[in-house]
């Protein structure tokens, strides 16, 4: 069977911030594939905002580099199980994977995640222990983790005899021996690595085209993008080809544009054969898993699976008193559009339709999944209000289940009892606790997702910012019964719209924890701090100082009020309770309740408990 030995695909997996976009920097840099002169960013990859901001990798992306005489495809995927699709259907596009660990955290929930998916496809893995250089590093005592994780994993007996490099991705230097001093000033052992261990694609030009497309993109020039792999004869632009649509039906079209990839650049081609990455343009309704073949020759190969949502929560159009003040896009045509438009390139996404003109339901794969989509969208100048995250129950032979996270934590001795409590109280289950004899302790528990709703304040309370948190999602389990997690304390509502002055803000201090500085502007039924205990409570922060003409001894100079808590728009979603919105616009993420008025939320408060003791 030929070979295309000037070939080789690989994906770069890992947890978030073990280093895997770092390294592919410097294999682009090392291989000389940028001009001398040429000036590239650190994580070059990451090239939308919020991913350089948070260091994380949200999208899949495919670049090129040329060693020796060779090309090597590497695809950078996400770390995050919210993007898991992403990562499945990668692994469909290459023959090997790098799988890059941390030299002091070892394997994490991602790394066990991400190498089930390769070892479930058959590649070919190598191990790369990163961070070589880093304080506490334990090359040596990683290593065994992974081979144990390998055999956890059912790994057969070729794929664990992977080869290690010990690599430092920051210095960009790499080395076969586990020893920081011995590390070569270049990362050449990589290279020569991918190249002597990673099967080189089977070259079957000469047989009918098979191309399958993994990811998509969108361009308003040229519409969708389908990024796939040739997997068996050759394509050229101008071809006449068939589509094999997931619901079995078939449609025909003309191939407009091909690209493949070049360093970080996408550059037109004419041709491509069997093994090829590319990208084709010239099919408006191409979608993920589907296989474009000869007319002549209708044979699709086996569909993708694509991860099913496990949260929802609902979009709405802004209609607080402060509406339209700081978005361009208000309107529900425009938001609409907006989620619309993001479907085209998030297939994990679902947008539906609900009564109101003015509301849809957006499902994705976790928090962090929707967070993103609305974090893009008011950076985009979108004004919108969402409700609390839910968890989306299934019905499996006839009984109602729930998605259950697989959750590792790493945290100091001390604060275990803590967590187990709390945890417990979430209808948590402890799989395991391994004390690592330095003061740390790992513990690992399957919680119902809807536990783990709002957790990660409390969690950060409990281990003073000293514990990490992981999680990925594990399975559908039947549904626990009962109320789990959620937020025990009330809100301190606003009765009043105004500015919040010093003064009014030092009156309700004591009774709980405010969420809005001096001077912002506030309107009734906005929440501005939480209560120290269960119920709400309807406060005046607008309240001005009576001036009179008696001068005090303490000036209102020294009037010091405790320093609010600013909640970022992650934080703020995970607070939501039922009745309660998230109002977000491009200058201000405010909470609100859904009720604006004091007299008619009781009045419905009250309603509701009728109802419930019927």
């Given at each position: 069977m030929n070979?295309?030995?000037?070939l080789?695909?690989i994906?770069i997996?890992a ?16 291989s ?9 960013e ?5 090239s939308?905002?919020?991913e350089?901001?948070r260091g994380?990798?949200?999208l899949a ?9 060779k090309k ?6 996400p ?10 259907r ?11 660990v ?13 190498l ?5 496809q058959n590649?070919?893995p ?12 334990r090359?040596e ?19 664990l005899?992977f ?8 210095n960009?230097?790499a080395s076969l021996d586990?020893?920081?001093?011995k590390?070569k000033?270049n990362?050449?052992?990589l290279?020569?690595?991918?190249i ?7 070259d079957?030009r ?13 361009n308003?020039y ?7 792999r040739?997997f ?10 068939a ?6 039906s ?7 544009k ?10 037109e081609?004419q041709?491509?054969y069997?093994g090829d990455?590319?990208a084709?343009?010239g099919?408006?309704d191409?979608?993920v898993g589907?296989?474009?073949c000869?007319i ?6 086996t569909?993708?699976r694509i ?12 209609n ?10 208000v309107?529900a045509?425009?938001?609409?559009e907006r989620?619309?438009?993001q479907?085209?390139t998030?297939?994990?996404l679902?947008v ?7 509301a849809?339901i957006?499902?994705?794969r976790g ?7 609305i974090?893009?969208?008011r950076r985009?100048?979108y004004?919108?209000q969402v409700?609390k995250?839910k968890?989306i ?6 009984v ?6 697989r959750?590792q934590?790493?945290?100091p001795e001390?604060y275990t009892?803590?967590i187990?409590?709390s945890?417990?109280s979430r209808?948590?289950?402890?799989l ?8 740390q302790?790992?513990?690992i ?7 783990l ?7 950060m309370?409990?281990t003073?910012?000293?514990?990490i948190?992981?999680?990925?999602f594990?399975?559908y389990?039947p ?6 997690g ?6 301190l509502v606003?009765?009043?719209?105004g ?12 009774r709980?924890?405010l969420f809005?500085?001096p001077?912002?502007?506030?309107y ?6 939480e209560?120290?205990?269960?119920n709400?409570?309807?406060?005046n922060?607008?309240?001005?100082k009576?001036?009179t003409n ?8 020294t ?8 909640m970022s728009?992650?934080?703020a979603l995970e607070?939501?309770n ?13 909470l609100?309740?859904k ?13 509701q ?6």
């Amino acid at each position: 069977m030929n070979k295309r030995e000037d070939l080789r695909n690989i994906a770069i997996i890992a947890h978030v911030d073990h280093g895997k976009t770092t390294l592919v920097d410097q294999l682009l840099k090392q291989s000389g594939t940028f001009r001398a002169n040429e000036h590239v960013e650190e994580r070059a990859l990451d090239s939308n905002d919020l991913e350089r901001e948070r260091g994380i990798t949200i999208l899949a992306k495919n670049t090129a580099v040329h060693y020796k005489d060779k090309k090597i495809n590497i695809l950078d995927t996400p770390g995050h199980a919210d993007f898991g699709g992403e990562v499945e259907r990668i692994m469909k596009m290459v023959d090997g994977v790098l799988l890059v660990v941390d030299a002091y955290e070892g394997c994490m929930p991602q790394t066990r995640f991400v190498l089930k998916k390769a070892l479930e496809q058959n590649l070919t893995p190598i191990v790369v222990v990163n961070k070589i250089d880093r304080e506490f590093a334990r090359p040596e005592e990683v290593v065994d983790e992974v081979l144990e994780l390998f055999i956890e994993l059912d790994a057969n007996d070729e794929q664990l005899e992977f080869p290690v490099v010990y690599t430092s991705a920051v210095n960009g230097t790499a080395s076969l021996d586990p020893d920081p001093a011995k590390q070569k000033e270049n990362m050449k052992v990589l290279f020569d690595t991918i190249i002597d261990h990673i099967p080189a694609p089977v070259d079957n030009r000469e047989e009918p085209l098979q191309f399958q497309v993994a990811l998509l993109d969108y361009n308003d020039y040229v519409g969708r993008i389908g990024i796939g792999r040739i997997f068996r004869g050759k394509m050229h632009v101008g071809q006449q080809v068939a589509l094999m649509k997931l619901d079995g039906s078939v449609k025909q079209f003309r191939v407009t544009k091909m690209f493949g990839f070049f360093g970080l650049k996408r550059e037109e081609i004419q041709e491509a054969y069997a093994g090829d990455l590319i990208a084709v343009s010239g099919m408006e309704d191409i979608n993920v898993g589907e296989t474009v073949c000869p007319i002549d020759h209708q044979e699709a190969l086996t569909p993708l699976r694509i991860d099913e949502p496990t949260l929802q929560m609902t979009f709405l159009v802004n209609n607080s008193p402060f509406a339209g003040r700081e978005g361009k896009f208000v309107t529900a045509r425009k938001i609409e559009e907006r989620l619309r438009s993001q479907l085209q390139t998030d297939v994990s996404l679902r947008v539906e339709n609900t009564d109101s003109p003015d509301a849809w339901i957006v499902s994705g794969r976790g928090e962090l999944h929707l967070s993103i989509l609305i974090e893009n969208m008011r950076r985009e100048g979108y004004e919108l209000q969402v409700s609390k995250p839910k968890v989306i129950i299934k019905e499996i032979d006839g009984v109602k289940c729930e998605p259950v996270e697989r959750v590792q934590i790493d945290t100091p001795e001390e604060y275990t009892g803590a967590i187990i409590e709390s945890l417990g109280s979430r209808k948590g289950e402890m799989l395991d606790m391994i004390n690592n004899g330095n003061g740390q302790v790992r513990l690992i528990f399957n919680v119902p997702a809807r536990g783990l709703i709002g957790y990660t304040t409390e969690f950060m309370t409990l281990t003073r910012g000293y514990g990490i948190l992981n999680h990925t999602f594990d399975s559908y389990q039947p549904m626990q019964p009962g109320r789990v997690g959620g937020r025990r304390n009330g809100v301190l509502v606003s009765m009043e719209t105004g500015k919040a002055t010093t003064y009014g803000m030092m009156q309700v201090e004591d009774r709980g924890t405010l969420f809005v500085e001096p001077g912002t502007e506030i309107y009734e039924g906005m929440i501005v701090g939480e209560n120290s205990r269960e119920n709400d409570i309807a406060v005046n922060i607008t309240k001005a100082k009576h001036a009179t003409n008696v001068r005090s001894a303490t000036k209102d100079q020294t009037a010091v009020i405790k320093k609010p808590r600013i909640m970022s728009l992650e934080q703020a979603l995970e607070y939501l309770n039922d009745d309660e919105y998230c109002e977000v616009t491009p200058e201000s993420i405010r909470l609100r309740k859904k009720i604006l008025n004091k007299s008619e939320r009781e009045k419905a408060q009250k309603r509701q408990k009728a109802a419930e003791n019927v």
